[in-house]
Each structure stands twice: as structure tokens, then as C-alpha cells.
């Protein structure tokens, strides 16, 4: 089996019943991006992502989800006790091979997971459902194999019951084993994720220089540019060449200065015919703050990035996913062109995938490599 099909990822996310969409189902490649009009929804699906993770990582629904009506689908109506809900879910390949998670989340009267399933091949390894909604558990049953065909045991009703399953199962029989792998793939693929919205006024600041992680906003990215310059230079001569593909002028260099009181800025050096010049980030707009901003996450690793990792699992069995809500947000159409060829590029090495959403997706469709979910049509 090549290393690719090793490490686990999502290659699809299903919103059955999710704010605007209902009964969808969107494949998931290596680059895939959400296109369409304001309110179609692609923002949605990002977010559904990311409610997966953080739940995979071990976050509690109040956590995820902390206005829960608002994830109800539009006109939804409650039943006769008065819930109101919604479902997501997502399939997850790896060396165990296909398995499939899908969550019931009840939002009214009471936030919820009433129901659970992990499945592959068909078979249920994990089911679970309310059966006493004065309890704050649902009953569960993991497949055994053994002498007795599933085991049973209470679950908290607001965690995601898949990521408890390595606290709960023995693994002892085949059986065991099979569910144990399955909630490991699912966990870390979920788990490997880093979502970011740089904000480019907030990266305009000389920043501290400590050996922190670039944070979703970016707002840190001259410290950590400072930490990639001085130890990795080949990825920083890359990082270079993004710079000068997608900026202004003659850029010859992304630098960084450091200045008093122990902060750092990071600057565009430039060569023209009066000589050598610099000009600082903060005098960039905001096209080629979140142009450098996204090319430095592509370029850097879960070491770099500020994200929950599977530290139990080899980093060779683990593919990071970006996921980028807004990926052309004030990119002009040459830096959106050169950011999805920079995506196409480190994506097709396999280490790292990118999930996107993007208003115009013109320049993407005929892409080698890229997937594009069309919300509009």
C-alpha cells in the first residue's frame, strides 16, 4: 500500500440536515473547493468541517456549538416533545479502509447527541441513542465479535462517543480490534486540522518573538516567519518565491527586522535602480496580507500551526487539512492563480489537503488536481 493511503483522511462530508443544506453530500480531494454566491452555503460546509473536528479533538457540544438553534435546518419544525436537531457526518479512508461517521445532534430543548454511528463494510461498530431523556448519557454498543455479538455501556450525550471508544474497548477479540482501528482512523483524520481567516489588520503590529505556532488569524505570522527563516531555509527560500509570484514589484526576499523591546516585523526586500529597499508588511494591502498569510500555512506543518496534534501517531500516518473559509477573500484574480497553483503543488505531495470555499472558482475548474463543489448549481 503506498504511504498516501496510509494516513486517514475525510473524502467526504454529508450535512443530511445542517442550517441551509439538507440531504447533501460533498466528495472531498486533496484540494477541494467550495464555490458560490453569498448564501449558498459553502461557508456552512467549512464549518461543518471544523465541528467535526473539534469534536473529533475532544470538545464538548456546548463548546462546538454554543448558539445550537442556529445549526437547526431554516423551517424545521419540532416534534411532539418539542426537539428540534441536526445531522452531520462525514466518511473517513485509511488503512482500515471506508468508514462512515454520522451524528444526530438535538439542539431543542436541550443541546444533545442522540444518536451515533460508526460503521464500514456495512457492519455497525458503534451505535448509540436516548433512551432516557432525564439521564445525560446515551446507550451505546460497540461490536465485540466475541461471545456475546456487541457490548453495552452508558456514554455522555455531549462528547463524541468514537473518540471515548479507545478508554472504553478492551481489544480483545477481532471484533474489538476492528472497532478500536476504526475510531483511531476516524479520530485522527478529524483531528488533523488547522482552520485559519487571516486577519490582515491584526498582522500589521510588530509582534514578539517567542517560538509559539501561527495562530488562525495569523496575527503572529513575523515571529513564526522570524523561526522559519532562521531554521529551515529551504522552506523559507519557498516561502520567498511565493512573495515574489503574488506580490507587487521587484521582491527579491521576504525578510523580517528584529526591533527593540524584543519584537519582529517582517518586511519585503526589493531590489530596483536605487538600490536595495524594504517595505514593511503593514504597509500591504489586505490581498497581499492574506496572500503571504495562507502561503506561509501551506508551506509550514502541524509543528508550526497552532493545532491539536494525534501526537500518539507517527506523523508519517498523518495528512494535515487546511481549511480555508474566504480563500480568495481580497486576493485579485493573478494572486488567487498563484496561491491555487502554490495549493496544487504541496497538496499533491500528499502531507497536506486543503478545504476552501471561494466565490469564483473560474480559474480553478480546469485545474489538475482540484475539486470544485459548485453551490450554485
Known amino acids: 500500500m503506498e ?6 483522511t475525510l473524502t467526504e462530508l454529508r ?78 479512508e485509511g488503512p482500515v ?41 446515551v446507550q451505546a454498543a460497540w461490536y465485540t465479535a466475541g461471545s456475546s455479538p456487541v457490548t453495552r455501556a452508558p456514554l455522555p450525550d455531549d462528547l463524541l462517543g468514537t473518540a471515548l471508544l479507545p478508554l472504553r474497548v478492551a481489544g480483545k477479540t477481532a471484533g474489538q480490534l476492528h472497532v478500536l482501528a476504526a475510531a483511531e482512523q476516524t479520530v485522527v483524520a478529524l483531528r488533523s486540522v488547522f482552520a485559519c481567516d487571516p486577519q490582515p489588520r491584526e498582522m500589521r503590529q510588530p509582534v514578539a518573538v517567542d517560538e509559539g505556532r501561527l495562530r488562525r488569524g495569523c496575527e503572529n505570522l513575523a515571529a513564526v516567519l522570524h523561526r522559519t527563516r532562521h531554521q529551515c531555509a529551504r522552506r523559507h527560500a519557498r516561502l520567498s518565491a511565493a512573495a515574489r509570484a503574488g506580490c507587487a514589484g521587484p521582491v527579491t526576499e521576504l525578510a523580517v527586522e528584529e526591533l527593540t523591546g524584543g519584537t519582529v516585523r517582517a518586511l519585503l526586500a526589493r531590489d530596483g535602480a536605487g538600490g536595495r529597499a524594504a517595505t514593511p508588511i503593514e504597509r500591504l494591502g489586505e490581498g497581499e496580507l492574506r496572500y503571504l498569510a495562507l502561503a506561509l500555512v501551506l508551506l509550514t506543518g502541524p509543528g508550526v500551526l497552532a493545532m491539536d496534534q494525534a501526537a500518539e501517531v507517527p506523523p508519517a500516518l498523518q495528512s494535515l487539512t487546511v481549511l480555508a473559509d474566504g480563500f480568495d477573500r481580497s486576493l485579485d484574480r493573478r494572486q488567487s ?18 478545504v476552501g470555499a471561494v466565490d469564483d472558482a473560474s480559474y480553478a475548474r480546469e485545474a489538475p488536481g482540484v475539486t470544485v463543489v459548485d453551490l450554485d448549481a
Open 3 to 8: 504511504a498516501t493511503l496510509t494516513r486517514p
Open 15 to 92: 450535512l443530511s440536515a445542517f442550517k441551509s443544506h439538507r440531504g447533501a453530500s460533498f466528495p472531498l480531494g486533496p484540494l477541494t473547493l467550495f464555490a458560490g454566491g453569498s448564501g449558498s452555503g459553502k461557508s456552512t460546509a467549512i464549518q461543518a468541517y471544523e465541528s467535526l473536528a473539534r469534536l473529533g479533538a475532544g470538545a464538548s457540544l456546548a463548546e462546538v456549538f454554543p448558539d445550537p438553534s442556529a445549526f437547526v435546518p431554516e423551517r424545521a419544525l419540532a416534534d411532539e416533545q418539542g426537539r428540534r436537531g441536526f445531522r452531520i457526518g462525514c466518511t473517513v
Open 97 to 137: 479502509g471506508s468508514v462512515q461517521l454520522d451524528l444526530a445532534i438535538q439542539a431543542e430543548p436541550e443541546l444533545r447527541i442522540v444518536g451515533e454511528r460508526m460503521s464500514s463494510g456495512g457492519q455497525a461498530l458503534l451505535t448509540t441513542a436516548l433512551r432516557d431523556p432525564g439521564r445525560s448519557s
Open 337 to 354: 492563480r498563484e496561491l491555487l497553483s502554490l495549493a496544487a503543488a504541496i497538496c499533491g505531495e500528499g502531507h497536506i489537503r486543503l
